[in-house]
Structure formats: C-alpha cells, structure tokens
C-alpha cells in the first residue's frame, strides 16, 4: 500500500527495517538510546530513530500543537532537529525551519509572521540572540531549548517590565516544566521527551 505522508512512510519504514541502521550521528543525551553506550559516535537504527520521533510527537501534543499549526526550528543541523522535523509532519502541523545564523530581529519576524506559539531552539546562542530584541509574540511563544540552559541566559528577562522572551531557565524536571508553562519557562527536550510515550505519539500521528 502507497504511503500517503510522511508519518505514513516513516511508519511503513521503520516496521520494515526497524534493526537497519539509518544515520550516524554523535552520542548525545537527546538519543535515548545512546545514553548509557560510552561511545563518541554511532548508529541509529530506524527502529530507535522512530522511537524519538514518536516520543517528540507526544512531546510537542502534549505544548497543544495540532494540525495546521507552525512550530518553528531555530536551531543548526543537529539530530534533534530531524526527529523535530518529522515529528511535525506526523501531527500534521507545519514545520518552519529558521536559519540559526539569524540575528534575533530576524528571527522574531519570521516567528511573527507564521503565527507560531512552539519555538524550538539549539541553545543558548540562539536564546541570547532573541532576548535581546522586543516581540509581541514573546508572550504567547513556548520555547524548548534543545541544549541544557544555564540561568543566566534566563535572568536578564527576569527584571524586564516588557519581557523579551518568555524565560525563566529551569532543568529540575518534568513536572516544574509543566507548572511553569504559563509564566514563560525555557523548557528541556530530553526532559519533555523522557516522560513522552512513543505509543501515544504514534496514535496521535496522522
């Protein structure tokens, strides 16, 4: 049977060929299954990469994103930045790729103009690269940063009556993530989707 989607097709894919290695990547703690291996590079089985991927579809349902909607990806080529790609796709929402050289004006534009509320970003650089320009989207965006963020990324925010970015670094887990939502944490990756269920991202996929 033709797939009719991407989702479709990494599906079809991943069952097919799920012991196949599939990319080469450096060992990263946002690979779950290269955590405990000690090795500085390695493969990724279909199996595994699909694992993420449904785990990040789980992930970004559970920060409300739905068909149609924009997420943008603010951030250089990285692994997680292929599991975001294709975890997009699976919910059916639209992926908004913005160059991570971008000075924060740009980038703020580009947010701005696709109406996205799930920001994605690499890390610090491209956090301190949006604190320093004023958005009104700043308010209603979630930003996840894929690399740990240090406090001080988030303190300059802290003091400002017109917040820049929604943030307020914090790494204690899961559950302060989720409390924190609403008055603009950077939330974690690797925190969001080590309490994600690639099963559910899978059904929620289109």
Known sequence: QESKSFAELLLHRCETAADVPALWTKASPAISHSRTSGRASEWTTWGEFSDDVWRAADALAELGVASGDRVVQFAENRYEWLVA???????????????????????????EHCGAHVVLASGESQLSRLAGVTSAAS?????????????????????????????????????TSNRRLSDGSVLNWHELLSAAEPQRGRARAM
């Open 139 to 175: 308010q209603s965006v979630r930003i996840v940063a894929f690399d740990v963020v240090s406090s001080q990324v988030g303190s300059p925010f802290e003091n400002r009556s017109e917040r820049a970015l929604p943030v307020a670094a914090t790494n204690d887990g899961l559950a």
């Open 85 to 111: 790609d294709q975890a997009i796709l699976a919910l059916g929402a639209i992926h908004v790729p913005v160059h991570a050289t971008l000075g924060g004006r740009q980038a703020w534009r580009q947010i």
